[in-house]
């Protein structure tokens, strides 16, 4: 199993005892009412869910590869308790197909296959502990868990994948301020998705000490302005080692929205470039009942050797999901991109399509086109068929996916 940082450790020690603490405590108040509505035991909830998903990767330069896996998860949770929370989760992946048709860790190619980022995987995916501050509108989250802001461009828990990105922290969250969200966390170890099996030091975790601040005001009407600085420092990830800042606009008219985006970035820590790059993004939609549809661009700048960063953020969400992106080239990144979407035979559908060149340079990558339908199934499932071709230009290899999954909760 994954190796728990500080903050996790502390936190299964600081759990047992404030949960035994809070049980004593209630109990010792009301030991009567405890024993007759049993109010304790109906704060607990068991939890789970469960993902089966088929998976194809063909890219030029490697064979073919496919694999079906299964994750599992399962975990207790509680009500507030006092004030406080508790959640654990535990989370397994299976692999049902044969493991020599693909490979799961970048780097490592298994039998010339295709890298498919699905590991065997068993390990500790959450373990947290919250205490609510009434008082000053502040909730204060210790332990390991997910964090994510906004849309997850910079900051996420890489959902697409069957292991998520889970970070070691100590979360702030303050809403003392009518319309503002305010949120700082100290972060000393990132789980990343390749699981605990990793053949390598660095897929597995980073660790170091990183601070992210993230502020949201809502006071404008339709609107939501941010500003955020994510100060990123790695003991062995330093060309991940990185100081993050920006701003962002997104609001709505009717059925227009919009999102502008501006982030400067320079290297930090023990990162031994030297360098400061810029992020763009700007996008307008119309969203209706029956159909979306927008366009968008996104720029990644680069000096011709360093380019702008994102290594924590959701990136499959973004540049296409042939995922021939999820790093930015050293060359940087140019995406325009549009799409279009609809419901129709109990599915949403949504097709979107790519132009990508290097921001250094101007160098021709190819357009990508991308398909996804998705469809509830009663409460507690839901169907995702999702279809990626990327046709690579110049460096650029040809890049082919496809998955089906079903989601199920309970």
């Not at 498919?116 to 009434?134: G, K, T, V």
């Not at 998520?164 to 009518?178: M, P």
């Not at 009407?221 to 955020?228: L, P, Y």
């Amino acid at each position: 199993m994954k190796t728990p940082s500080k903050t996790a450790l502390a936190l299964a020690m600081m759990s047992a005892s404030t949960l035994s603490g809070m049980a004593g405590t209630e109990a010792a108040a009301n030991c009567t009412a405890a024993e007759s509505d049993g109010s304790i035991l109906d704060s607990i909830h068991l939890f789970g869910t469960a993902r089966l998903r088929y998976e194809y990767a063909d890219i030029d330069g490697f064979d073919e590869a496919n694999v079906g896996s299964l994750r599992a998860r399962y975990g207790i949770k509680t009500d507030s308790i006092g004030g406080f929370k508790f959640l654990a989760e535990g989370e397994t992946t299976v692999i049902l197909t044969d493991q020599g048709k693909y490979t799961p860790f970048p780097g490592f190619i298994n039998n010339g296959r295709a890298v498919i980022a699905d590991p065997d995987n068993f390990e500790l995916n959450r373990l947290q502990l919250s205490y609510d501050i009434e008082a000053i509108d502040t909730t204060l989250t210790v332990g390991r868990q997910y964090i994510t802001f906004a849309d997850q461009r910079f900051i996420g828990a890489v959902g697409w994948r069957q292991n998520d990105q889970t970070f070691d922290a100590v979360v702030l969250e303050n809403k003392s301020i009518k319309d503002l969200n305010f949120t700082y966390a100290y972060v000393d170890q990132v789980n990343r998705i390749f699981g605990d099996q990793t053949p390598a030091r660095g897929l597995d975790y980073w660790s170091g000490e990183s601070h992210l601040i993230h502020t949201e005001y809502t006071g404008i009407e339709n609107h939501t302005v941010r500003a955020f600085a994510y100060l990123l420092d790695f003991d062995n990830s330093a060309p991940n080692s990185t100081d993050t800042y920006g701003l962002e606009l997104q609001g709505k008219n009717g059925s227009l929205n919009y999102l502008l985006t501006a982030a400067v970035q320079n290297d930090a820590g023990n990162n031994m470039a030297d360098y400061q790059e810029y992020y763009y993004r700007g996008q307008i939609g119309v969203k209706q009942d029956c159909y979306n549809y927008g366009a968008g661009f996104e720029v990644m700048t680069s000096d011709g050797t360093n380019s702008f960063r994102i290594p924590l953020g959701t990136n499959h969400k973004f540049n296409g999901f042939a995922d021939a992106y999820l790093s930015t080239p050293g060359a940087g990144l140019v995406d325009y991109y549009a799409w279009v979407g609809t419901k129709a035979l109990g599915f949403k559908h949504t097709l979107t399509v790519h132009n990508f060149s290097t921001e250094s340079g101007g160098t021709g990558l190819g357009w990508e086109i991308d398909y996804v339908a998705a469809r509830k199934i009663g409460d507690h499932a839901k169907f995702i068929l999702k279809a990626a071709h990327l046709m690579g230009d110049g460096p650029q290899a040809d890049v082919t996916r496809a998955s089906a999954e079903i989601n199920l909760s309970f």
